[in-house]
């Protein structure tokens, strides 16, 4: 069957991308092997923000007698009617992307899992499907690390469909899947220990960072145990026993239940891209151009498996940047992007651009404006005082080279300084213009009063 266009997967990418093509009266043929809606909709943010909501009532249930607040009795937790909740938001989203599809006579979904057979052709199930077009949205899947084939462990997937709490669950991996699960788990009521091979949570943050969310977590009786290598596991029992080899101590560790969150890798493997011809990196990300096109002229990578991003805002603005090439005036390119994410941690952590280590590593002279979140009024009357913002200034031309914030509501207020970078504006933009009283993000300009040279 000829299509003008197909795309392989109904991510963050895929969907708008499909709504834009079929917009400009093109025929196209969407392929899905699992449910529509990709890594987010179904096993990413929309769910696991709805676990995290869950968690945050429980730990405010819990933790409010210095705001005078005192609950009688013992707080409840239901994880099974947290995961009915869960399964409606998450079917909410699926049936508006279907009924999207379904409303649209020039979208056809095709369910099945989709399979180069060349450069212009896609196999599902045995039938061929042909377009001058092929745009990849594949997504990515949980990596699983080696001496783990003997326990059934879990992935932020399968986690996601208990309906009992663990009594004591083990993480393998201190990165933003690990954290996020640690401490919604613990705040079910589970005990939670997380074994990590390096020397510090969140290897890509400044030292001072992760050395307070370490804190945080630690506080909430969260067990770290970081410089773990070979890490292993088998079964004992009725439990899960995890051998490692840590500075602070080997003794096993017994848990009813195993989470690997131990990274991601690009589904690209599944898929055939040999025969279309499509180069891939040492990792299996795709390799892209400026304009996300690969290096078979009629075949895009958008999403997860080009290695660009990561996120659900990246997969979107691949989108964007695709788009943009096809049907806008003003192209859009992949370096016009700044790397920004969260960790929806409480409270979160929010980042965009450089931090002090990557300043430090390319030798730029550049000034820092930070403050714990202690010395902030509105913080202070939350009773939310952890954390602290950090924003970074290039001292010769007064841009942002980037910010990190931790603290209440600091995946809300980082905007302010992406819009700032994305406008290529002066720093004094935000220094001098009047934030709401009383909000945290009104300390940003007093920050930026108070520069000093980042040693």
Known sequence: MKFDAIIIGTGQAGVPLAASLAKNKL???????????GTCVNVGCTPTKSYVASARR?????NSDELGITIKGEVQVDLKKIKNRKDKIVQDSRDGINKMISDNDHITLIEGAGKFVNNTTVEVDGKEYTADKIYINVGGRPRIPEGFKEVDYLTNESILQLEEIPE?????GGGYIGLEFAQ???????KVTILDRGDTLLKHEDQDIAESIANIFKNEDIHIQLNSNCISAKKVGDQIEVTHECEEDNTPILGTHLLLAAGRIPNTDLINLEKAGVETDERG??????A???NVNNIWALGDCNGQGGFTHTSYNDY?????????EKKRNLSDRYLCYAAFIDPPIARVGMNERDIKDKGIKAKVASMPMNKIGRAKEMGETQGKLKIFIDAKTDKILGA???????????????????????????RDAVHIHPTVSELIPTMLENLKDLD
């Open 27 to 37: 025929k196209v043929a969407i392929i899905e092997k699992g449910f529509v809606g």
């Open 58 to 62: 429980a730990y405010v249930a819990n």
């Open 168 to 172: 004591h669950l083990i993480i393998v």
């Open 184 to 190: 919604m788990f613990r705040r079910f009521g589970s």
């Open 285 to 290: 990300n795709i390799k892209v151009d400026e």
């Open 292 to 294: 996300l096109r690969t």
């Open 320 to 328: 964007q940047i695709v788009n943009s090439h096809l049907f806008e």
């Open 404 to 430: 990190t914030f931790l603290g209440v509501r600091a995946d809300e207020y980082i905007h302010s300084i992406i819009d700032t970078m994305y406008a290529d504006a002066s720093y004094t933009v935000i």
